[in-house]
């Protein structure tokens, strides 16, 4: 029985032209920056995003008359591989990019549409997302942030975690409860476009095991927002952010983000071939979701099961690399020193976008034993 679409997809050959030109201008960027692992949740590099911006590869799913190129999911995905393979600093747009454009376009008015979605596509605008919550884990329905009508508006109030990039973001897209809670779990949600810095939002960083920051605790204090910046109808936010996931999740990011570590490994040693299988089954699965949601579906159980598999797989790349070389963040060898970073950075490989457990909670949904 089938239980979700996976079809093969084949690239067009114009796709493997985009490929090229992105390859040889990453090859441009020869010494701009350092090749590292998790670029798209910590290489945070604004001008990057710019320079991207003007060769029209942000917003590439975004239609011509909000900035964006309308070249496609599968276009997108051609172009955030190859910068991702690369370990090429890309957080800055990534969360507008991936969703929080895509969502926009989706829910939003169009007032919402051309303030946001131009910017975006230039690389200047940049977006965080508030879902998590302290003691909920994964589970998005027991989210407390409350959001109470008022005049003209709403008064946010609540705590989010582990929010990427909030202190460096221009908006929050928060979600929040609009009515009281009831058996329905999931009725009385909403999404608001929280532009930063605001008053009543306190944002303090939450740091890595190597110091970096990049996650955040936002604390939301009768934080107001004005109705036109209310994200779709109010009670509807479930919907909405469910519909955003299929984009979180299945995203090569998911696989790629320890990418440059195994391909500095194998350019060296031998004994990968079984990891770069795993890897390019891994990949070929990934791009059927793009081809999804290319189509103008939305594929959240398929890109649960990727992202289950991909963030299982990114630390078994790091677990090969180490049979054959020691980690060490203060070598001159590029292999030891990501390596070691990378490893630092695992423990959050099988929690953020939801962990492993809520994942197969889905699918199990899906598979009728849940």
């Known amino acids: 029985m089938d239980l979700w679409n996976l079809e093969p997809v084949t690239l067009a050959p114009e796709l493997e032209t985009l490929r090229g030109a992105v390859r040889a201008f990453l090859a441009s960027e020869n010494g701009r920056w350092e090749p590292r692992c998790d670029q798209w949740i910590g290489g945070w590099d604004a001008s990057f995003s710019r320079r991207l911006g003007k060769r029209g590869w942000i917003g590439m799913a975004f239609p011509a008359q909000y900035g964006g190129s309308a070249a496609g999911a599968l276009a997108r995905f ?63 329905a027991s989210v407390r942030t409350r959001a109470t009508r008022v005049d003209g508006g ?101 696989i790629l983000s320890t990418f440059p570590v195994l391909a500095e490994a194998a350019a060296r040693y031998t004994g990968f071939g079984a990891v770069v299988a795993r890897m390019w089954a891994l990949r070929q699965m990934s791009l059927a979701v793009a081809g999804r949601l290319e189509a103008g579906a939305a594929p959240a159980v398929e890109a649960a099961a990727v992202k289950d598999l991909g963030t299982r797989f990114e630390g078994a790349v790091l ?52």
């Open 78 to 140: 051609v172009v955030t591989e190859e910068l991702l393979a690369a370990g090429a600093p890309v957080a800055a747009h990534w969360i507008a990019d991936r969703q929080s454009g895509p969502g926009l376009l989706r829910f939003g008015t169009e007032e919402q549409k051309n303030a946001y979605l131009p910017g975006i596509a230039r690389g200047e605008h940049f977006f965080a997302v508030g879902l998590s919550e302290p003691d909920t884990g994964s589970d998005l």
């Open 154 to 254: 709403w008064r946010i109030s609540g705590t989010k975690v582990w929010t990427s990039g909030a202190h460096l973001a221009h908006t929050l897209v928060v979600l929040a409860r609009t009515a009281p809670r009831t058996d329905a779990r999931h009725a009385g949600l909403g999404q608001f476009l929280v532009d930063l810095p605001c008053a009543g939002v306190t944002i303090r960083p939450i740091r890595l095991l190597t110091g970096e920051h990049h996650f955040n605790e936002v604390v939301l204090d009768d934080a107001f927002v004005p109705d036109a910046r209310v994200l779709g109808e109010p009670g509807s936010g479930w919907h909405q952010v469910t519909s955003e996931l299929a984009m979180e999740r299945s995203g090569p990011e998911r």
């Open 319 to 370: 677990d090969a690399v180490r049979q054959v070389v020691e980690p060490d963040p203060g070598s001159d060898d590029p292999l030891p020193r990501m390596l070691a970073e990378a490893v630092l950075h695992s423990p959050g490989f099988t929690l953020r976008g939801g962990t492993n457990e809520i994942l197969r909670g889905v699918v199990a949904k899906e598979l009728g034993v849940r």
